[in-house]
């Protein structure tokens, strides 16, 4: 056969396992180099779907299967090359002697051989059955062997248990106390135990060569073996009272209960005879036969159940009331074997009870049910004695029943309530416990041990132990509780506390108890109760209660938990009559931040913004944050008023301070908002409204402040909200107008631009400027639809002028920074410019220095855009914020708008002078043209000519004006 390289072919992992081992280390040689004989077996190896191993060579090399690899476990793929000695080290005679029988040309079976084999990742015996087969080269010499693997460790499994299930039946069946036999359906003995050896005073070799009739009395075999007929056809168990004789010729009188053995098809196999010795019995007989009369004189005169049965077991005497009861014919009970009358559970063990008090020579108590002819069963307590003749020979029982039946089934009915609270109990998972008072011993079920973790566990232990492991912070209100009810003035104790267990931790504990015995003197005498572990429940409800009431991104109480704080901080200030402060702290320019930097930094701004805000409080103070950038805090026990108004400049300064997070460095600055209990408010809802109000005074008052509330702040907070709802309908209702306030080129005094300032003409209010509504616009959420609003104006004006004018003319647009964080659409101002036809410097963008100082990657693109679009970019009111001079570098800015706080005393201030000739400067040094708000007197244009500004706006040129007044001042 020519080579074959990808030999031997197929997918199987011991295919490829033996195509990449080296062979050229073992004896077989390289894989090209086999004799197709050992290729021919190796492909049926392979084939094979059950576990087969090959041995080839007079060392064994080792190949086997995948269902072989199996059986290996850890030890494959390590087996395959090896000598079989090499690897079956541990069994490497078994395997010598293997080889040299069947290289010896013999096939060989080996049976339930016990091996260690690796089942599931767990090394386990196994027993299996091995067919060794010569395998023979082209010479016909054997050269290989072949093993087929069948696991038997089932079935050896099984043959095991049977034989140890064996084993314990014969050791109980020699050991029992009573006569034990097997016999066969022929009535042979087939087993006796030692008991009926005894009896019978037969040995047991002698016994299995005999049948029942030898051994019983000649009288009773044919009622025998007539029982033993009946019990093979019907299969009813049967009992026997008869005779047997011993080989003295004694009798043994016994009773013998036979039951039926079937095997799987229900056919008898044999029967099982249970026989007790009765020849006492019998011999009492005559003895109670002696006392029947005296006997019978008291028994028809009590009220009880009075009977006799003799030693066979038939109702010799009973009295009337014991006939009223059964509802039975004295004629059909006399001669009644008594055990007919009983209820078949009970029949045994009332044999068994009367044979002890037989034996035993006393008197017994049994509790049976009888049955009565029209009603079911009576349950009978039975007070019996044996009676014995004078000659001491058995003469039958004589006992007194009492009618027990109202009695067992309240007993039955309370057990069934006991079993189902035991069940409801257990799964409840509760311990129960009774605490013997007097003793102080506290009894408890095997569930506390568990609860308590007890290292060495126990039943019983003293209270005073019980009491050391409560918590010492929850012990007072347990033994109130508890003392409570042994007093009398509870029903019952409950209460819930900390426990410590042996392994040194807390457990939560819910105790239930009532006392259930008390003495004369209403003394508790006995206490039973259950315990419940509900140390995971108070966990989930603690992590329930922190989620509900704590902000889990600073860890601050939150809007809940502040608002109960303080519901109780205000009623603690009001029973000891000192004074409270509410703060409202509001981050100013939070939002513009969050949006801008992103949320990421956003929520490290706040974490850092709560942490600073928490370290100017006291520990007996609340700061909560209530959502987004609000914050509070609640100062309770004030001795000096001063020290609020101290603590909130403090907390405005350490706002005020830059954050640094990661590489952004933000600037905030807080309002806040206080009002005083009882002095503005006394209940929380009108303080939180007063300090709300009072906040945003801070706020519209120039922010980074903080203020008082007073009354006046109600009227204007009603007129905010007023003038919010209002501002909703402007812009449908075509209240809002843009105007617009020329751009003078100082050099030639042309107007060459605009800036475009919106207007509300409010129906009743009259015209309303910007400072007065913009803030409202931005809190609402209107300033982006307005924005967009002026935009299009300002568009559509810049084209209708620049058509007249003959050249682009520029409008100057606010957009406001609450417009670059908004997440609502925003249309392309540029797409928007080249549908209007016109060029992007149509259009400037006039942006804070806030704006900038925290910009995101969002407002940098943006500002790309506008570059690219061609719309140029001013920074209004330069010089009042955190002016950097990076940022100028940074992003491509066209104009720096000097504000006109300081183009204001330009003219009388040499600071001021020099602060604007610096930023014209400045300005310039950078390629950007500078336009000075606020001019008002020529005074202010000639300087700020002289310092080279390029262009000026105000009220010496012009007020904003309508677009019709504008068009005339342009002369378009």
Sequence with gaps: MPDDPEWPTGAGKMRIAIRNFDWSTTTLGPLHAWPQCLRTTV???LGMPMPALLLWGSDGI??????????????????????????????????????????????????????????????????????????????????????????????????????????????????????????????????????????????????????????????????????????????????????????DGSLVWANSSVTRLDDEYGEPVSLLVVTVDLTARMQAEQALSESEARFRALAETCPALIWHIDPSGSVKYVNSRTVDLMDIPPEQLFGTSWITLLHPDDTAPYLKAIRHAQLARAPMTHRLRVRRTHDGWRWLESHAAPWFREDGEYAGHVGISLDVTDEVRALEELAISNERLNFAIEGSGDAIWDWHIVSN??????????????????????????????????????????????????????????????????????????????????????MTGTVSDITEKRRSEEIIWHHANFDTLTGLPNRRLFRDRLDHDVKKAHRTHQPLALLF???????????????????????????????????????????????????????????????????????????????????????????????????????????????????????????????????DAHARLRLISDLRKALSSDQLKVYFQPVVDLATGDVTKAEALLRWHHPRLGLIDPPQFIPFAEESGLISEIGEWVFHEAASWSGHWGRRLGIPFQISVNKSPVQFMSRSHESNWAHYLQRLGLPGSSISVEITEGTLLNASARVADKLL???????????????????????????????????????????????????????????????????????????????????????GQGFLFSKAIPPEEFEKVLGA
């Design 585 to 715: 702290i509001d981050l100013d320019r939070f939002k513009e931040a969050n949006d801008l930097l992103g949320h990421d930094i956003g929520d490290q701004l706040l974490v850092e913004a709560a942490r600073r805000i928490s370290g100017c409080v006291r520990e007996s103070d609340t700061v909560a944050r209530l959502g987004g950038d609000e914050f509070t805090a609640i100062l309770t026990e004030l001795d000096d008023l001063a020290h609020v108004e101290i603590l909130a400049q403090k907390m405005i300064d350490t706002l005020a301070s830059p954050f640094h997070l990661a590489s952004e460095v933000v600037y905030l600055s807080a309002s806040i908002g206080i009002t005083m209990y009882p002095n503005d408010a006394s209940s929380p809802e009108n303080l939180i409204r007063n300090a709300d109000q009072a906040m945003y005074a801070a706020k519209n008052g120039g922010r980074n402040q903080f203020s008082y509330f007073t009354r006046s702040m109600q009227q």
């Design 441 to 526: 011993q506290m009894l408890h079920s095997d569930k506390l041990n568990q609860v308590l973790g007890l290292s060495e566990p126990k039943q019983m232990f003293a209270y005073g132990e019980w009491e050391k492991r409560v918590h010492p912070e929850d012990l007072p209100q347990v033994l109130s509780a508890l003392n409570a009810c042994l007093k009398g003035s509870t029903g019952s104790f409950q209460s819930e506390y900390r426990t410590r267990s042996d392994r040194g931790d807390w457990k939560w504990l819910r105790t239930r108890a009532i006392v259930v015995q008390r003495d004369a003197h209403n003394n508790p005498l006995r």
């Design 62 to 247: 080792m190949l086997y299967n995948d269902a072989y690899a199996l059986i290996a476990g850890a030890q494959h793929p390590w087996l395959l090359g090896r000598k079989v000695e090499d690897g079956c080290s541990e069994r490497a005679d078994f395997h010598t002697q293997v080889m040299k029988v069947v290289l010896a040309g013999e096939p060989l079976l080996i049976r339930d051989q016990e091996f260690l084999i690796e089942r599931n990742g767990e090394t386990e015996s196994a027993w299996l059955n091995l067919d060794f087969s010569p395998v023979l080269n082209e010479r016909g010499v054997p050269t290989g062997v072949l093993a087929i693997v069948t696991d038997t460790t089932e079935r050896v499994r099984v043959e095991q248990a049977l034989r140890a299930n064996e084993a314990r039946l014969s050791a109980i069946f020699a050991r029992a106390m009573v006569g034990l036999s097997e016999i066969s359906p022929q009535g042979k003995f087939i087993r006796v135990n030692d008991e009926l050896c005894r009896m019978l005073d037969r040995p047991r070799e002698l016994l299995l060569q005999m049948g029942v009739p030898d051994v019983t009395h000649p009288e009773d075999i044919p009622k025998s073996l007539a029982a033993l007929g009946a019990l093979l056809e019907h299969g009813v168990p049967a009992s026997i009272d008869k005779r047997y004789v011993r080989p």
């Design 865 to 951: 855009q506008y570059r690219d679009a061609g719309i140029q970019v001013a920074i209004d009111d330069f010089g009042t914020g955190y002016s950097s001079m990076a940022y100028l570098r940074k992003f491509d800015i066209d104009y720096l708008k000097i504000d006109q706080s300081f183009v204001r005393d330009v003219a009388i201030d040499a600071g001021d002078r020099a602060i604007v000739r610096s930023i014209i400067a400045m300005a310039h040094e950078l390629g950007l043209k500078v336009i000075a708000e606020g001019i008002e007197t020529d005074a202010q244009k000639f300087l700020l000519m002289e310092a080279g500004c390029d262009y």
């Design 43 to 45: 492909d049926i190896l």
